[in-house]
C-alpha cells in the first residue's frame, strides 16, 4: 500500500489536498473537551545542529530546549521550504509554496486571499496574537519596508500586536523599538533584545485570558544585525564561546564563521533562557498542562561558506532547522527521524486543537507519525525547496539526497522555465555536504530518478520547467 491510499484509508487521516494529505481523521479532528492554546516561538536563522538534544554539537548550551525535547517530540529531520526569512514565512503560515503566496524573495506582501493558520484559529474562537518581527507586509527589495504595519497586512493576527514588519531595521541589539496594534512605539533600551521580547511575552501570559490563544512569539536572535552586518550575543558571551566547537561543513570551506561564531553561540544561549522563561510561566500560570509549545527556526545559517551572505542556499546549513513541540499531543518523549517541512506545520496545528484545515493546503498533518509504525513507513520522506535572491534554483530533499538544479544566467526571479543540473549530495555518506556529485557517470541513474521526482513536486507547486542534464565529468 502506498503512501496515499494508507493516509486516505486510515482512520488516523482522511482528508486529501489534492496531491497532499493534510487534516487529520475524525478521531484527530474532533475537538477537545477544551481547545489548547497554541505558542509558536520563532527563533530567525538557528541552525538545527545548535540544539544541544539533537547531539551534533559539544558547545552549545540549550537545557530549556533539550528538556522540551525530552519531555516532548524531536521533529530531528525538518526542512525548510525556501531558506530566506520572508518566504519561509509565508510558508509557515499558508501552507503553500512560497511561489503561490507573493512572497518568493523578500519584499512582497503575502497574499491576502489565501487563508492563513492564524486566521483559521480566530475563526475557532481563538485570540490571535504576535510579538516581534513579522515580514510579510510589502517593503524594499532587500526586506526593509515599514515599522508599524497596517491590519489588512497582519495575516490574521488581529488581538494583541506588538511587532515591527522588519524587526532589524527598527531595533538593535540594545535598543529599538515595535509597534503596537495602533502604531505605537514601544521602545526599550539597555536590554537585550531577546530578553525584551521575552518580556512582553511574559506580560501576555500573565494576563486573564477569556478564550484560547495563538502566540507567535517571533525573535530575531540568532541572525545577525544587518546595519552592524554581524551577529550581536550578550555581552560577554563572544569571550566565553571564543574556542567553541566549529561544525565540519564550516570548518572545511572559507567563510566569516571565525569572527561570527562566538556571538552566535551567545545568541543561541539567550534564545534558550527565553523559552525557559515562557514554560516556566506556563508552569505558575496553570497553562503549561494545556499548551502547545512549538520552537523551530525559519532557515540555518552557513556563514558565507556556500555564497556571499547566509542563507538561501540547498545546503544542510542552510535548510535543515530545528523543530521541537511539546504539550498535549505531543509530550512523547519521542524522536520523529522521517522528513518533514514548515509547508506541514500549519495543519498539523489545526489538527492537534480538534479542527480541520482549508482543502487548499498543500502540507501533511503530521499527527499519524506520532501514533503509528506504518504511516511512518509510508512517509514520503521527500520536499520541495525553492531557492530565490541568490540565485532562482529548486531542489528536492529526500533523506538520502539533495538534487539541486538552477538558473545560471544570473538573473533573480520568481521561476525559470529551464533549469540546468547543479548539485547532488549523499546524505548517508556525505552529510557535510562536501562533495558534488552532480554529472558524475555513475550517479546519472540516480540524478534521473531524483529529477523525475523533483518535477512532480514542482508541478505540485504550480510550476512548469525542463531540466538539463549536467556536464559528465570524465
Known amino acids: 500500500m502506498n503512501r496515499r491510499d494508507f493516509l486516505r484509508n486510515s482512520s488516523l487521516a482522511a482528508a486529501a489536498t489534492g496531491a497532499a494529505l493534510t487534516a487529520a481523521a475524525e478521531g484527530q479532528t474532533a475537538a477537545p473537551k477544551q481547545r489548547p492554546n497554541v505558542i509558536l516561538f520563532l527563533s530567525d536563522q538557528f541552525r538545527w545542529d545548535f540544539v544541544g538534544a539533537n547531539g551534533a554539537n559539544s558547545s552549545t548550551r540549550t537545557p530549556n530546549l533539550d528538556a522540551m525535547a525530552e519531555r ?14 520572508a518566504p519561509s514565512r509565508s510558508v509557515l503560515f499558508t501552507s503553500r509554496y512560497a511561489t503561490e503566496t507573493g512572497v518568493w524573495r523578500n519584499g512582497p506582501g503575502m497574499r491576502q486571499d489565501l487563508p492563513t493558520l492564524a486566521a483559521e484559529f480566530r475563526n475557532a474562537g481563538y485570540s490571535t496574537n504576535l510579538i516581534g518581527k513579522w515580514h510579510l507586509a510589502p517593503g524594499a527589495p532587500e526586506g526593509g519596508g515599514p515599522g508599524p504595519v497596517p491590519e489588512e497586512w497582519r495575516g490574521g493576527f488581529l488581538d494583541l500586536w506588538e511587532g515591527a514588519n522588519a524587526l532589524e531595521n527598527t531595533a538593535h541589539p540594545y535598543y529599538g523599538t515595535i509597534y503596537d496594534r495602533d502604531g505605537k512605539e514601544i521602545t526599550y533600551k539597555d536590554q537585550y533584545r531577546v530578553d525584551f521580547i521575552t518580556d512582553r511575552a ?26 552592524l552586518n554581524r551577529m550581536v550575543g550578550p555581552k560577554g558571551s563572544a569571550e566565553r564561546f571564543i574556542n567553541a566547537h566549529v561544525p565540519p561543513d564550516l570548518r572545511a570551506l572559507p567563510g566569516d564563521w571565525h569572527q561570527q561564531l562566538p556571538d552566535y553561540y551567545g545568541a543561541c544561549e539567550s534564545i534558550d533562557a527565553s523559552v525557559g522563561r515562557l514554560h516556566k510561566v506556563l508552569e505558575e500560570t496553570g497553562q503549561r498542562d494545556n499548551t502547545i509549545f512549538v520552537f523551530f527556526s525559519d532557515h540555518g545559517c552557513h556563514f558565507m561558506t556556500r555564497n556571499g551572505e547566509y542563507k538561501r542556499s540547498t545546503h544542510n546549513s542552510s535548510v535543515r532547522v530545528p523543530f521541537l513541540v511539546d504539550g498535549p499531543r505531543f509530550n512523547r518523549s519521542q524522536q520523529i527521524h522521517e522528513l518533514v517541512g514548515i509547508i506541514d506545520f500549519a495543519p498539523t496545528l489545526l489538527a492537534a486543537a480538534g479542527l480541520t484545515p482549508p482543502s487548499t493546503w498543500k502540507g501533511h498533518n503530521l499527527l499519524p507519525l506520532l501514533d503509528s509504525v506504518e504511516a511512518r513507513r509510508a512517509w514520503p520522506n521527500k520536499h520541495l525547496i525553492q531557492i530565490s535572491e541568490s540565485m532562482t534554483a529548486r531542489a528536492i530533499r529526500t533523506k538520502d539526497w539533495t538534487y539541486c538544479v538552477a538558473d545560471i544566467s544570473g538573473a533573480k526571479k520568481a521561476a525559470s522555465p529551464t533549469y540546468i543540473e547543479w548539485q547532488l549530495y549523499d546524505q548517508r555518506n556525505d552529510p557535510h555536504e562536501l562533495v558534488n556529485l552532480a554529472g558524475r557517470k555513475e550517479y546519472l541513474a540516480k540524478a534521473k530518478e531524483l529529477k523525475a521526482e523533483l518535477l512532480a513536486l514542482m508541478q505540485d507547486a504550480g510550476e512548469s520547467a525542463e531540466i538539463q542534464s549536467a556536464t559528465l565529468y570524465p
Do not use: M, Y
Open 72 to 85: 516532548g517530540t524531536n521533529f530531528t529531520h525538518c526542512v525548510t521550504n525556501q531558506p530566506v526569512c
Open 202 to 227: 511574559e506580560r501576555f501570559l500573565r494576563q486573564a485570558h477569556e478564550k484560547p490563544f495563538f502566540l507567535f512569539v517571533s525573535q530575531l536572535e540568532p541572525h545577525q544585525q544587518n546595519d
